[in-house]
């Protein structure tokens, strides 16, 4: 019992921090069905590469 109150702080961190926020008033001025159609695959890679990103499928998606 005791470990879980001295990580209680910890836990509720954690959790503010993994909760996405859907209530910014910028995403309402974003047209999504503009921006689903202008994702392309070697972007999508790029930007993967870019942010140091690692997915298993990124070496098969870059052969397709």
Known sequence: ???????????????????????????????WEDLISNISRSGYLSMLKELEIEHKNVKEAALI
């Open 1 to 31: 019992m005791t470990k879980l109150l001295e990580g209680k702080d910890s836990g509720l961190l954690s959790r503010k921090l993994a909760t996405i926020m859907i209530d910014i008033p910028e995403m309402k001025e974003i047209s």
